[in-house]
């Protein structure tokens, strides 16, 4: 089954604790982004990968990282979490940077 | 001139009514128009998509409506079913360019049965 799959699915952490949100697509796509959503402000892009160990910044990089050293993995880091990085976290994929969006299921973080 | 405007914020139908949603853009060089549905507790989801060349786009119960003089375009949702009831977002790219979606913030329909 063509899936996208985030793990952890919920976490909630002190300030401070770094913490690493996983993602891995299975549909061998190269576009691969991290998005956080907040109530009224919808959908906004963290960071972007167009290829393996190529990443760029979308709209809200402040306060994460990533990297793409497999084509399927792209992972989410936050090396010092504060409690404004309290969001829902959604992993995508895609063929390319304009085709369809293949959402994970999300992460609820919580930083206290 | 990135933003896409959407609304109404939320929004509730009576079952077998028709939904509407709107958004807006400014850039007139956005040439993919997509909207997604998003259910309670799953990711986003490609519900149906229009590029400038046409006016409308059917795909069962589900018309995007597009005008570009306006810069506008709109989901419709026919027979509205409690099983319609999610948050649906628009959005907007450059696909010519490559570039990322711009995403609205997000519409959240209730279909009261």
């Known amino acids: 089954e063509a899936q996208v799959t985030q793990n952890p699915r919920y976490l909630i952490t002190v300030t401070g604790k770094k913490l690493t949100v996983t993602c891995s697509q299975n549909?061998?796509?190269?576009?691969m982004s991290w998005y956080r959503q907040d109530p009224g402000l919808g959908l906004r892009q963290i960071y972007y990968?167009?290829?393996?160990?190529?990443?760029d910044k979308g709209d809200v990089p402040e306060g994460y990282k990533v990297s793409r050293k497999e084509k399927r993995n792209f992972p989410l880091i936050l090396e010092s979490p504060s409690p404004n990085q309290t969001s829902l976290y959604f992993c995508?994929?895609?063929?390319?940077?304009?085709?369809?969006?293949?959402f994970g299921p999300g992460t609820r973080l919580t930083v206290l | 001139q990135q933003q896409v405007k959407q609304s109404p914020q939320s929004l509730i139908v009576q079952k077998g009514g028709i939904s509407i949603i709107n958004c807006a853009y400014e850039?007139?060089?956005?040439?993919?128009f997509p909207w997604y549905q998003q259910f309670p507790g799953k990711g986003p989801a490609l519900l149906i998509a229009?590029?400038?060349?046409?006016s409308e786009k059917k795909e069962g119960r589900f018309t995007i409506s597009f005008n570009k003089s306006a810069k506008q375009f709109s989901l419709h949702i026919m027979d509205s079913q409690p099983g319609d009831s999610a948050t649906y977002f628009c959005?907007?790219?450059?696909?010519?360019?490559?570039?990322?979606?711009?995403f609205g913030k997000g519409t959240t329909l209730s279909v009261s049965s």
């Open positions: 850039n007139t060089a956005f040439d993919y």
């Open positions: 229009i590029r400038p060349d046409v």
């Open positions: 995508a994929s895609s063929w390319t940077r304009e085709d369809t969006q293949y």
């Open positions: 549909m061998n796509h190269e576009y």
């Open positions: 990968s167009m290829n393996v160990e190529v990443t």
């Open positions: 959005a907007a790219s450059i696909a010519q360019a490559g570039t990322a979606l711009i």
